[in-house]
């Protein structure tokens, strides 16, 4: 017996989308796992469900595209692979993408909670740097746990890592060479015009150099997650670079009894000062990044505190002109 013909079904062209401004959000590491707490999936889902009740504020009235830090989670990973002693440790290439994957999944789940029916993907994504960066020859990028110093020093003679203070503590660092380019740049502005809420370039993306047969070739490193943002919200000529961590605001001599917090700045002015290579610092100068080259607006402050510093009323704004 031949099947019943299906009814005609005329397709229909989804109507044109307002064009919206774009907002590009950088999560802190932190944003999952803060420090001293354990490394456990648990913790980090509460805190990506935390975080996400934030951002999604910001859904209706921005194209957003999302990324964030995985100094904590990538650390983790180099350690569970060192207790299998059978293969050689994964590179660090390898573990930034199991990570991206990770933190992309947990964010995604609690995107589609908060955000029913949107469209939302994350893209696994490869950033291309210099194989001759001097980032190679001075590790500065923290992963994995902290560690009193004793213990630091031991496993980083039982290991062969380099170790650098971090505050009062001692972490792992690694290289972290300039971010130059985005392979994954035309897919992820596809998915931005559909519509679509993208998490990608997640822990700075996943360094490759490419060879001179132009073959492409992953390395051990982790990109700086701010200077990766940067890079992608200039690229996507987005509107809005905001980088949330766990302070409010910017500090001048942060720590000591003269500090005191910037609500607003222009680069020349942030660009007068220091500010902590392992923290402050990277946020500050992909900030000034952006708005020197773009001429759009940057800002930096607490997570709890995002739909107030898009509108200007928490966090540093940076602006070319405070007027």
Same mark, same amino acid.
């Given at each position: 017996?031949?099947?019943?013909?299906?009814?005609?079904?005329?397709?229909?062209?989804?109507?044109?989308?307002?064009?919206?401004?774009?907002?590009?959000?950088?999560?802190?590491?932190?944003? +999952? @796992?803060?420090?001293?707490?354990? /490394?456990?999936? =648990? $913790?980090?889902?509460?805190?990506?469900?935390?975080?996400? #009740? *934030?951002?999604?504020?910001?859904?209706?009235?921005?194209?957003?595209?999302?990324?964030?830090?995985?100094?904590?989670?990538?650390? +983790? @990973?180099?350690?569970?692979?060192? /207790?299998?002693? =059978? $293969?050689?440790?994964?590179?660090?290439?390898?573990?930034? #993408? *199991?990570?991206?994957?990770?933190?992309?999944?947990?964010?995604?789940?609690?995107?589609?909670?908060?955000?029913?029916?949107?469209?939302?993907?994350?893209?696994?994504?490869?950033?291309?740097?210099?194989?001759?960066?001097?980032?190679?020859?001075?590790?500065?990028?923290?992963?994995?746990?902290?560690?009193?110093?004793?213990?630091?020093?031991?496993?980083?003679?039982?290991?062969?890592?380099?170790?650098?203070?971090?505050?009062?503590?001692?972490?792992?660092?690694?290289?972290?060479?300039?971010?130059?380019?985005?392979?994954?740049?035309?897919?992820?502005?596809?998915?931005?015009?559909?519509?679509?809420?993208?998490?990608?370039?997640?822990?700075?993306?996943?360094?490759?150099?490419?060879?001179?047969?132009?073959?492409?070739?992953?390395?051990?490193?982790?990109?700086?997650?701010?200077?990766?943002?940067?890079?992608?919200?200039?690229?996507?000529?987005?509107?809005?670079?905001?980088?949330?961590?766990?302070?409010?605001?910017?500090?001048?001599?942060?720590?000591?009894?003269?500090?005191?917090?910037?609500?607003?700045?222009?680069?020349?002015?942030?660009?007068?000062?220091?500010?902590?290579?392992?923290?402050?610092?990277?946020?500050?100068?992909?900030?000034?990044?952006?708005?020197?080259?773009?001429?759009?607006?940057?800002?930096?402050?607490?997570?709890?505190?995002?739909?107030?510093?898009?509108?200007?009323?928490?966090?540093?704004?940076?602006?070319?002109?405070?007027?």
């Amino acid at each position: 017996m031949m099947p019943s013909p299906q009814p005609h079904v005329e397709e229909r062209r989804p109507a044109p989308r307002v064009k919206r401004q774009k907002l590009v959000v950088a999560l802190g590491g932190n944003a +999952l @796992l803060q420090r001293g707490e354990p /490394a456990s999936a =648990e $913790v980090q889902r509460r805190h990506a469900a935390e975080a996400i #009740a *934030e951002i999604a504020k910001l859904a209706d009235t921005y194209d957003l595209v999302l990324t964030h830090g995985n100094g904590p989670q990538v650390g +983790l @990973l180099a350690l569970q692979s060192l /207790a299998y002693t =059978e $293969v050689p440790p994964y590179p660090l290439d390898v573990l930034g #993408a *199991e990570s991206e994957g990770m933190i992309g999944y947990v964010l995604e789940l609690e995107l589609e909670n908060q955000l029913p029916g949107r469209p939302i993907a994350t893209l696994l994504t490869q950033i291309l740097v210099d194989e001759d960066d001097p980032g190679f020859e001075d590790p500065t990028k923290f992963v994995g746990p902290v560690y009193d110093q004793e213990t630091a020093e031991r496993l980083a003679a039982e290991r062969g890592w380099t170790i650098k203070p971090d505050g009062k503590y001692f972490r792992r660092v690694v290289p972290s060479p300039e971010p130059r380019g985005i392979l994954e740049l035309k897919s992820i502005r596809h998915l931005v015009e559909f519509g679509a809420i993208v998490i990608c370039s997640g822990g700075g993306g996943i360094p490759v150099v490419r060879d001179p047969d132009y073959r492409l070739r992953g390395v051990e490193a982790v990109i700086d997650k701010d200077l990766a943002a940067e890079l992608l919200a200039r690229s996507l000529d987005a509107d809005f670079l905001l980088m949330l961590t766990d302070v409010p605001a910017v500090q001048l001599d942060w720590g000591t009894p003269h500090a005191r917090t910037v609500h607003r700045a222009t680069p020349d002015e942030l660009r007068r000062h220091t500010f902590a290579s392992g923290s402050m610092g990277p946020k500050v100068e992909a900030a000034c990044r952006f708005v020197e080259a773009t001429g759009g607006t940057a800002a930096i402050g607490a997570l709890d505190d995002a739909p107030q510093i898009v509108l200007g009323e928490a966090g540093t704004i940076v602006r070319r002109d405070l007027y």
